[in-house]
């Protein structure tokens, strides 16, 4: 869906450049450059850009000659909007501008204008799941009904991890980061058939519970079937993809017997050593492979 400048404008005050208003937005992302650093930018292209009161203070006090070469060098970086929210505002600026058709903006909450961004840009999707923090890593369990996932987060819960979210995960992308969080009505809880809805804050205090995480790994819970052929030396590196990510990836089949809190746990450790440039199965490979060829 395309972004323009009106649609997250709202109330701000346009100063220049109002025939750009339809530029297109490409990020949710707002940077805040610095005039001594604009040589060196990056990222700025369809972006938002803000300029803060001491950077405009600091272009209104060099000779006009340097403040038209500064702004030049601005809007070279081709942003699809500036905004300033206080302090001085030259006339270099507002002219140049105008003729490049980049919107200037005067905004009195900047906050405001960065949730609209947010809102529009940002991807989102909602999966049946439980979300994990185990170590700083997020586990995203998923599987079908009544497999087990709810049992499993207690148990971890239990171990001293964080309960993130459960049944209903939103999971938004950021910089090809997915990140999960849960809704606004399953914050804390969670839902364990027998037990009913436990609220897992309220049971096992605040540090059970966290309200987002980066997703590093997704776990998911099959029920053992007879003839089914199951990793036993992970050599091979599955992915899962969400919101266009790729994110490591495995499956554990669910026995009588196999404490499914334990492998997680341990699936979780060892994804932390791959994440450091440690393959265990690899490293196992290549010692068999040499000693065969020996």
């Known amino acids: 869906m395309k972004v323009t400048v009106k649609d997250v404008a709202g109330a701000a005050k346009v100063l220049a450049g109002r025939k750009g208003m339809g530029r297109a937005i490409s990020t949710p992302q707002v940077s805040a450059p610095e005039f001594s650093a604009l ?25 006009p000659k340097e403040r038209r070469g500064l702004v ?28 490049s058709r980049i919107p200037v903006l005067k905004t009195g909450s900047l906050s405001k204008l960065t949730r609209s961004l947010s809102s529009r840009l940002v991807q989102k999707v909602s999966l049946h799941g439980v979300l994990v923090e ?8 998923i599987g079908v009904s009544a497999v087990g996932k709810s049992e499993a987060a207690l148990d971890l819960v239990l171990r001293g991890h964080k309960l993130i979210a459960d049944d209903a995960v939103i999971l938004e992308k950021s910089e090809n980061a997915i990140t999960g969080t849960a809704t606004d009505l399953g914050a804390d809880l969670l839902q364990i058939r027998g037990l009913g809805i436990i609220n897992v804050r309220a049971l096992y205090g605040e540090s059970a519970t966290a309200e987002s995480c980066k997703v590093g790994l997704v ?9 089914q052929h199951y990793s036993l030396v992970g050599l091979r590196e599955r992915r899962y993809r969400i919101l266009g990510a790729n994110v490591p990836y495995l499956k554990l089949p669910v026995k009588p017997g196999r404490n499914m809190a334990t492998l997680i746990e341990v699936a979780a450790r060892n994804q ?23």
Do not use: Y
């Open 272 to 294: 932390m050593l791959k994440n450091r440039g440690i393959f265990t199965a690899r490293d196992m490979s290549k010692k068999l492979q040499k000693r065969l060829s020996g």
């Open 134 to 141: 185990i170590f700083g890593l997020g586990i995203l369990i």
């Open 219 to 227: 776990v998911e819970l099959e029920e053992w079937r007879k003839g």
């Open 39 to 63: 040589a060196t930018w990056r990222g700025a292209e369809s972006g938002v850009l803000h300029i803060r009161p001491s950077q405009l203070a600091t272009l209104c006090a060099h000779p």
């Open 72 to 99: 030049s060098s601005l809007m070279k970086l081709k942003p699809a909007c500036i905004i300033v929210n206080g302090g001085p505002l030259c006339k270099e600026l507002l002219t140049k501008a105008e003729s």
